[in-house]
């Protein structure tokens, strides 16, 4: 059983598209994460969720918008794309928020072209 | 303004070597310390963790030594082995409702 899923794997899509990716989460956790891992392998939070509750919304572009229709299912749309926005996005959840005990997702390598 | 900074970049231990990665952070308001492992094509995963009221921690090969008064934390890989050849994080958080800050991570390769 996967613990924390992402969909998809892989996106290859042209500039100014709109796409979502998907995540779900079967740990129970109460809180879910997007991170942003560049080129050179930064990881940076971009968004959490608490009991669907927005909790954390860093400096990202409003083309970025995170969806949570339940505690277990955390989704990111992203519209308009361009160039930049190529990288690995994770999911990730956690019991509480404060850092704990994350679980990631494999993640999924977005590409634009 | 990067709150955890880690270094070196990149490093190359030979098998049976020790490997040993620092990371210092600014805020003092940060309270739990872990360390993440990241395998090519998959996402991070927690390695072993410390909280400020103790200066190491150590589970089978993996140990975490801890300096508060330094900011400054470390992970040592004891008999290094070339299936450790992987991607290293620290990271630190602080209070509820904040989510675990990165350093820039280290790339090690261990030779056999």
């Known amino acids: 059983d996967t613990a924390v899923s992402q969909t998809p794997k892989y996106l290859v899509t042209q500039m100014g598209n709109d796409k979502s990716i998907k995540c779900e989460q079967n740990?129970?956790?109460?809180?879910m994460y997007w991170y942003k891992q560049d080129s050179k392998k930064f990881l940076k939070i971009m968004f959490s969720?608490?009991?669907?509750?927005?909790?954390i919304n860093e400096t990202v572009p409003n083309r970025f918008s995170p969806k949570s229709p339940d505690k277990a299912h955390l989704n990111l749309h992203i519209n308009s794309l361009e160039l930049g926005d190529s990288a690995v996005y994770f999911c990730a959840s956690s019991q509480s928020t404060g850092g704990l005990g994350y679980t990631f997702g494999s993640g999924t390598r977005l590409t634009v072209v | 303004q990067q709150q955890v900074k880690q270094s070196p970049q990149s490093l190359i231990v030979q098998k049976g070597g020790i490997s040993i990665i620092n990371c210092a952070y600014e805020?003092?308001?940060?309270?739990?310390f872990p360390w993440y492992q990241q395998f090519p094509g998959k996402g991070p995963a927690l390695l072993i963790a410390i909280r400020p009221d103790v200066s190491e921690k150590k589970e089978g090969r993996f140990t975490i030594s801890f300096n508060k008064s330094a900011k400054q934390f470390s992970l040592h890989i004891m008999d290094s082995q070339p299936g450790d050849s992987a991607t290293y994080f620290c990271a630190a958080s602080g209070q509820a409702g904040t989510a675990l800050i990165f350093g820039k991570g280290t790339t090690l390769s261990v030779s056999s």
């Open positions: 740990l129970g956790h109460d809180t």
């Open positions: 805020n003092t308001a940060f309270d739990y």
């Open positions: 969720y608490n009991n669907k509750e927005l909790i």
